[in-house]
């Protein structure tokens, strides 16, 4: 019986000892399951986790947001940008009824995020849950908390092109009531951007100066920044400077210009750029250029436009020629000319060698053109071009972007009968020398009754 009763004494510890180090295990190990998470998204180990969480996480960004589910379970509270420039979106169960936790297939704005096609279970590592406060930690060494009643953080990975001021969001969990589906949330990009131009009427050739101005209006710094230009059609962009006098050669990249690269800007500071850009052979009149400059980098797209409308003025010149042998110089044609754009109509009278001078004429434009030319034929050219005239006995004459002369050749030629039908000819010559003949034989009969 001793014997027995020692023996039950061995195992009576070793069931405690078990039992100590199952409990050990329950109350340490943190309850968020990573089993079979994805190979290539390991998750920091406890120690590191929360290490992590009491010193403040390292961030680039942060944009307070807001907007909520359409189950009423979730509010956005924030985006930040992490350190290694992935996008981690801050959720807030406000009303703590969230009791399924098993998301998975995250998208943003269409875009299919970090973890996507995942399921629940290998989707962990992609997301935790914080409690109540998020430290962060910026490059300037300021800190801030964001805190909540019961907040998720979701790591969407590389997708700072897609975030916009504006964003839906996607986020499903495995108890279908607990899913997000189209969720609208707005961020505070705490920047704005301006621009204008120096001169919103130009022409072709005109040198244009834009100002562009990018300020924090938010309560923390901005790192990152990149400022941008695009180069619609009809400008080319020369030239970058920040302060009117040192000009940079632009970099330029599918059509946009690199103005300023990870830029950082305090609460309240400002920074301003001015862009030279050239008006080029390929606007035409009346057209409107809108040129956008925009930011980027680790901050979400803010934009700014300045318009510039396009007049191009063409010079061109009447000149009238008469000729022929019955061309009356000394007479005066009137000439009507009006055009299909603007306002434009002219009269007036042109003699021999006269010109007329229109100024201002719309590039682009026809020109109808007629004249009172009876008794004359009439011969039009333009740029070297013959215009031939429609059936209402008009010449319409399009202009290009360049000054071009317009000139009408009157001609008149009479042709006198002479009475000689020279199919007769021949009998002509023949009388010719008979007369011819006739007349040497009377000078000799004549010369030689002068000498008797």
């Known amino acids: ?12 510890k070793v069931f405690v000892c078990l039992l100590s180090i199952l409990l050990l295990n329950v109350l340490i190990l943190p309850i968020h399951n990573t089993v079979g998470a994805a190979e290539d998204s390991p998750v920091a180990e406890p120690e590191e986790f929360f290490s992590i969480l009491s010193d403040g996480i390292e961030v680039l960004n942060y944009f307070e947001a807001y907007g909520t589910s359409t189950n009423d379970h979730y509010t956005v509270v924030g985006v930040y940008i992490a350190a290694n420039e992935e ?24 875009q299919e995020a970090a973890g996507y096609g995942l399921s629940f279970t290998n989707y962990e590592p992609y997301w935790y849950e914080a ?41 499903l969990n495995q108890a279908d009531g607990f899913s997000i589906r189209g969720m609208t949330f ?27 101005v990018v300020e924090n209006t938010g309560e923390l710094t901005l ?113 009507s ?3 299909d754009k603007g306002n434009h109509s002219y009269n007036f009278e042109l003699g021999n060698n006269q ?3 229109l100024e201002n004429l719309p590039a682009g434009a026809v020109l109808t053109l007629t004249e009172e030319s009876a008794g004359y034929s009439v011969t039009v050219m333009a740029a070297g071009n013959e215009i ?17 002369t317009v000139t009408v050749t009157n001609h008149s030629n009479i042709d006198i009968n002479t009475g000689i039908n020279l199919d007769s000819l021949p009998y002509i010559i023949i009388l010719a020398l008979v007369i011819i003949g006739i007349a040497v034989l009377l000078i000799r009969r004549y010369g030689i009754r002068s000498e008797d």
């Not at 801050?90 to 998208?107: G, H, S, V």
């Not at 005239?389 to 000054?403: H, R, S, W």
């Open 1 to 12: 019986m001793i014997k027995n009763y020692g023996i039950g004494r061995k195992f009576y």
């Open 87 to 110: 996008i981690h979106l801050i959720l807030d169960n406000d009303k703590n009824t969230a009791n399924q936790t098993r998301f998975y297939n995250p998208m943003l704005n269409g």
């Open 131 to 171: 409690g109540t406060t998020i430290s962060l930690s910026f490059p300037d060494s300021t800190t801030k908390e964001v805190t909540g009643v019961r907040l998720f953080d979701f790591n969407l990975g590389q997708m700072m092109s897609y975030l916009n001021e504006e964003n839906t969001l996607q986020m």
């Open 186 to 212: 707005y961020l505070n990009l705490g920047h704005t951007i301006t621009k204008e131009v120096n001169k919103p009427l130009a022409t072709i050739g005109d040198e244009l100066i834009y100002t562009v």
């Open 223 to 335: 790192s990152g920044i990149n400022v941008y230009d695009d180069q619609p059609e009809g400008i080319s962009v020369t030239g970058v400077s920040e302060d009117m006098e040192t000009w940079n050669d632009p970099v330029l990249t599918d059509g946009v210009a690199l103005v300023a690269a990870g830029l950082t800007l305090l609460p309240g500071e400002s920074k301003t750029y001015y862009i030279k850009a050239t008006v080029t052979e390929d606007a035409n009149d009346g057209d409107v250029i809108i040129n956008t400059a925009f930011t980027g980098g680790n901050v979400p797209r803010k934009e700014a436009d300045a318009e510039v409308k396009i007049e191009v003025k063409v010079k061109v010149t009447i000149k009238k020629v008469i000729t022929g042998n019955f061309g009356d110089l000394g007479r005066k044609f009137s000439f």
């Open 337 to 339: 000319v009006t055009s």
């Open 355 to 357: 010109t007329k001078v």
């Open 388 to 404: 031939e005239a429609n059936e209402e006995n008009e010449y319409l004459i399009p202009l290009g972007k360049n000054d071009v």
